[in-house]
């Protein structure tokens, strides 16, 4: 039934008779050789794409599992964290003058900010209908800019990080049955022992752990008046008979 000059029903909407709607896109099929189905073809490259890389990931996780260190402790003040590689050269960042103690809010929230910041306004930036670098230079040269400054600050934070200190603050030591309602756990946690060697006598940053450490009584007590190593002379402060019972403490921490 036709109803007016060029028009057909069609259900009950009207469509010109003959001719293309300019704003339709041509169907794939009109360009062979040179595009595809989305559904199945192109979807079916990507799911198996994407299959390979997570069995590839799969494979590499399984032969080389995350190097995990000890338990949390809370106590261990010593302790120096270190952010994922993602995040070092904002961790590098916070090391400078300009950008840490009383100006930390500088290098925690108004650097970064204005970062992003810039990369959220980078469309309103530069709007030219230009793809090649070259034709781009405000965006090309703040894309080098930025890849230069996080790749600097990067590396210049993974190369003056100690990772000996770091491998053996992490390192993962033989649990003890201790007994933390003890007088001599009371006299090592009174005199801030724990703040070095952690509240399980694991160690931390620097300070070896105390189980299973095989010292004589009398050595301990040597080292606890003059101290080795990193441990400064006088750091005990408690009396001769205080002393005698921590010794022994440490001196009988076994592992499990």
């Known amino acids: 039934m036709h109803r007016g000059k060029g028009m057909k029903f069609v259900g009950d909407s009207r469509v010109p008779a003959s001719g293309r709607k300019p704003n339709i896109p041509k169907d794939y099929s009109e360009y062979p050789g040179k595009t595809e189905a989305f559904w199945p073809n192109f979807l079916l490259k990507e799911w198996l794409i994407g299959a390979v890389f997570l069995v590839g990931f799969l494979c590499l996780t399984a032969a080389h599992p995350s190097p ?6 809370p106590s261990d003040t010593a302790y120096i964290p270190l952010p994922d590689w993602y995040f070092l050269f904002l961790y590098q960042l916070l090391k400078y003058s300009y950008a840490s103690g009383p100006y930390n809010i500088i290098g925690a929230l108004v650097i970064p900010g204005l970062a992003f910041g810039a990369l959220l306004l980078a469309p309103f930036i530069d709007r030219g209908p230009e793809r090649r670098p070259s034709k781009r230079p405000l965006a090309t040269g703040f894309m080098l800019l930025a890849l230069a400054a996080i790749t600097f600050l990067t590396w210049e934070s993974v190369a003056h990080h100690d990772w ?21 756990y009371k006299i090592f946690e009174t005199n801030g022992c724990t703040s070095c060697h952690g509240g399980d006598l694991q160690g931390g ?15 301990i007590s040597e080292i606890a008046k003059n101290g080795r190593g990193a441990m400064p002379a006088g750091m005990f402060k408690g009396t001769d008979e205080e002393l005698k019972v921590l010794a022994d403490f440490i001196s009988s921490i076994k592992s499990e």
């Open 68 to 73: 995990l260190e000890k338990i949390a402790d």
């Open 164 to 184: 000996e200190a770091a491998k053996e603050q992490g390192k993962i030591v033989a649990e003890a049955a201790i007994d933390k309602e003890s007088d001599g």
């Open 205 to 219: 940053a620097g300070s070896p752990a105390l189980v299973d450490n095989g010292l004589t009584p009398e050595e």
